[in-house]
């Protein structure tokens, strides 16, 4: 298979000068994660809801954090983007993607956009399909978080690893998971001059190690991992083929499943593990 094969087409485009909101309805609508950004006919950049995403994170100075409707695209975007051929190869494509970490790539025929190529479409492919190992054989370790962490330690965390955060509640049970796609199309209301959710939450700690909860050390920040995780979490068997994993993902239009060993978490298996044994 090739590109052309599996390549989504017509493509959903913004122009550099248009702004990040724009941009971000209509990742929504279409429900896709990326646009490319054409000037006329020119491909000029990429920009993902991952540029999305870490634009919440709340440390950042509040020149930064102006409201996504008063940035313009060619600030968040990826300029240059690479790209491929309608005949390049499905493993020649999941080769490119696992090397430069991509998680989608625009497909020219010469200097024209003709389609767009993902992680998603490639898991359509006859070589995902054809994958017989088990949800263990590819699952990855789990990074976990619990209900209570700060929006920007959320964004830290799946910006380091490139995955997403399972949130687990104080007994160690499965609260709910976060992605790209949590943070990126979070609804939240905003404080107009920071573009910043307004709930503050106010977190109980222990005064000591071991001791009684006391209202004693008190830290109040703008949004918590509960109030963007998704729940219930989707969760597979270890033993489990990985292609039913795929399938979860499909109907779930969903990047990620949690592996579960009985009720103990195990790991999670996600696109790129897919992707990188398409690729080998």
């Known amino acids: 298979m090739i590109a052309s094969d599996i390549m989504s087409s017509p493509v959903y485009v ?23 950004v054409l000037d006329g006919d020119n491909l000029v950049g990429i920009i993902t809801k991952k540029d999305l995403a870490y634009r919440l994170r709340q440390s950042d100075p509040i020149w930064r954090r102006r409201p996504i409707d008063r940035i313009p695209v060619h600030v968040l975007m990826v300029p240059d983007p690479v790209s491929v051929a309608p005949g390049t190869s499905v493993r020649d494509i999941a080769a490119l993607m696992v090397a430069r970490d991509f998680s989608g790539l625009p497909v020219l025929d010469g200097k024209k956009l003709v389609g767009m190529v993902t992680k998603t479409d490639l898991l359509r492919s006859a070589s995902v399909n054809s994958l017989t190992a088990s949800a263990a054989d590819l699952m990855g370790e789990a990074a976990t978080v ?3 962490h700060s929006l ?29 796609s949590n943070l990126a199309f979070f609804k939240y209301s905003t404080d107009s001059s920071t ?3 307004e709930k503050d939450v106010k977190m109980l700690r222990k005064g000591e190690s071991g001791g009684r909860k006391r209202m004693r050390y008190v830290m109040e ?14 969760t597979i068997g270890k033993e489990a083929p990985v292609t ?3 399938a979860l993902m499909r109907e779930n239009g969903i990047n990620s499943v949690v592996v579960v060993d009985g009720t103990n978490l195990a790991g999670v298996v996600n696109r790129d593990n897919i992707i990188r044994e398409v690729a080998k």
Not at 221 to 234: G, K, L
């Open 152 to 180: 920007d330690h959320v964004i830290n965390l799946i910006s380091e690893r490139n995955e997403p955060l399972v949130v687990v509640n104080t007994d160690g049970t499965l609260a709910g998971i976060i992605t790209e």
């Open 146 to 148: 619990n209900r209570y």
């Open 244 to 246: 039913a994993a795929v």
């Open 14 to 36: 913004v122009g550099p000068q248009e702004n990040v909101a724009h941009a971000r309805h209509l990742m929504l609508a279409h429900k896709i994660s990326r646009l490319p």
């Open 221 to 234: 920040v703008h949004a918590v991992a509960e109030d963007i995780m998704t729940r219930p979490v989707i």
């Open 195 to 197: 573009g910043l959710p």
